[in-house]
């Protein structure tokens, strides 16, 4: 009998994927589910990008890649964060990774020991706390409410650095409330950080998919921090499982070490085909598609408001609305699974992003065609007064 280790008990799991999961068995029995769930993007890579994965497949390149990534994409994607977000950074600064789920782990792996403490907000990316676990060390969740839109503040951080505290995670702008950490607090949080001698790991995923006005990256901030991207949601390529980390130059070897023996390396077809994202072309559909998410931000929060969801803290990126369901349930398992079953929209509950908001909200992911939403939009309409 196969025994699992204390691990897995210990472990989270990702209700995000469970709704996933449901609605899909109820898809499957023929009924037409609106996905508001998980984040990932409707749209998929531009034919540019799926063209040139194509030639890269009929030209054999299909071997591994050197454990750090091909050096032509590596080059792109520093070209990329220095002419978009501001920074000054050098290839040899970046590795390429299985996804951000790959890179956050390198980072947790390279940086943590047995027994070390890291701080995240509450709410927080579920999957960060299982990284955190298989690297020996634990979570310390600080609940963070709408006055510092649910981020972590220097203040908070400060009340809770204690004897193991080595570091802090963030995701800026964050999943699930699509809000983001402003550069004067991130400024101080780094400062505050820098003088425990502790480490900041910055996620910067939906960087880009920002609707307030240009957006730099926490590294014009400072170049010590560890920032994590991907090619899952800005690039609309979830399945490619591309992302990537940035770090001091005399820190890539040490990931670069392990990456080469737990991954040896990153898709190497895709890396060849990511390179044309960089191309104006895909650029210019990139661009098109951030208004499309801009837009189905502005319908649902005026939506939401009509119909007494309320949204704490306007969100200025990613594609989440953290929604307050506290004038129809206080339980947002029972108030997701009856949406999912009785009208067929799945959301995410918020048990799912830690226990300081987990029944009095949930995440909307607005990845989905504005007819699907406005057909949400109906679909509530009608389910909220059956619920009260
Ligand atoms: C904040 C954050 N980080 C990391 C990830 C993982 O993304 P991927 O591994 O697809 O790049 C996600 C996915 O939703 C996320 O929301």
């Known amino acids: 009998?196969?025994?699992?280790?204390?691990?897995?008990?210990?472990?989270?799991?990702?209700?995000?994927?469970?709704?996933?999961?449901?609605?899909?068995?109820?898809?499957?029995?023929?009924?037409?589910?609106?996905?508001?769930?998980?984040?990932?993007?409707?749209?998929?890579?531009?034919?540019?990008?799926?063209?040139?994965?194509?030639?890269?497949?009929?030209?054999?390149?299909?071997?591994?890649?050197?454990?750090?990534?091909?050096?032509?994409?590596?080059?792109?994607l520093a070209d990329y964060y220095n002419k978009e977000f501001g920074t000054n950074i050098s290839y040899e600064q970046i590795i390429i990774t299985t996804g951000a789920s790959g890179a956050l782990s390198l980072a947790c792996l390279s940086l943590l020991n047995h027994g070390d403490e890291l701080l995240m907000p509450d709410p927080y990316y579920p999957a960060n706390f299982n990284f955190i676990l298989c690297s020996g060390a634990t979570t310390k969740l600080i609940p963070c409410g709408p006055e510092e839109r649910f981020q972590l503040s220097a203040e908070k951080i400060a009340a809770n650095w204690g004897a193991n505290t080595r570091g802090i995670l963030i995701a800026s702008p964050s999943n699930p409330t699509g809000t983001s950490v402003t550069p004067e607090e991130l400024r101080k949080i780094i400062d505050f950080v820098k003088s425990k001698d502790g480490f900041v790991i910055l996620d910067e995923i939906y960087l880009g998919l920002n609707y307030e006005g240009e957006v730099k990256s926490g590294l014009t901030l400072?170049?010590?921090?560890?920032?994590?991207?991907?090619?899952?949601?800005?690039?609309?390529?979830?399945?490619?499982?591309?992302?990537?980390?940035?770090a001091p130059k005399d820190f890539i070897p040490h990931?670069?070490?392990?990456?080469?023996?737990?991954?040896?390396?990153?898709?190497?077809?895709?890396?060849?085909?990511?390179?044309?994202?960089?191309?104006?072309?895909?650029?210019q559909i990139y661009r098109e598609r951030k208004q499309a998410f801009k837009e189905r931000r502005d319908y649902l929060l005026t939506e939401l408001a009509r119909l007494n969801l309320p949204v704490p803290v306007k969100p200025d990126g990613a594609f989440y609305i953290y929604v307050d369901i506290s004038h129809y349930s206080d339980n947002s398992m029972d108030f997701c699974h009856r949406l999912l079953n009785e009208a067929g929209i799945a959301v995410t509950p918020?048990?799912?992003?830690?226990?300081?908001?987990?029944?009095?909200?949930?995440?909307?992911?607005?990845?989905?065609?504005?007819?699907?939403?406005?057909?949400?939009?109906?679909?509530?309409?009608?389910?909220?007064?059956?619920?009260?």
């Not at 589910?33 to 497949?57: C, M, R, Y």
């Not at 170049?223 to 990537?244: C, P």
């Not at 990931?255 to 072309?281: G, M, Y």
């Open 1 to 76: 009998m196969l025994k699992p280790a204390a691990r897995i008990e210990q472990a989270v799991t990702f209700q995000a994927m469970e709704v996933t999961k449901q609605a899909q068995t109820l898809r499957e029995q023929g009924r037409d589910i609106i996905s508001l769930g998980i984040g990932e993007p409707d749209f998929t890579a531009p034919q540019i990008v799926v063209d040139t994965l194509n030639k890269a497949s009929a030209a054999g390149l299909s071997g591994y890649s050197p454990a750090l990534g091909i050096t032509p994409l590596r080059i792109c």
């Open 222 to 246: 400072d170049k010590d921090i560890l920032v994590i991207n991907s090619f899952s949601k800005f690039f609309n390529m979830t399945g490619w499982r591309l992302g990537w980390i940035i």
């Open 255 to 283: 990931i670069e070490k392990l990456s080469s023996s737990l991954n040896i390396c990153a898709p190497t077809l895709a890396q060849h085909a990511a390179i044309a994202c960089f191309s104006d072309e895909a650029m």
């Open 350 to 388: 918020g048990v799912d992003f830690g226990p300081a908001w987990a029944n009095k909200m949930i995440r909307i992911s607005y990845a989905t065609a504005i007819d699907r939403l406005k057909e949400a939009i109906a679909r509530l309409e009608k389910f909220l007064p059956t619920i009260k």
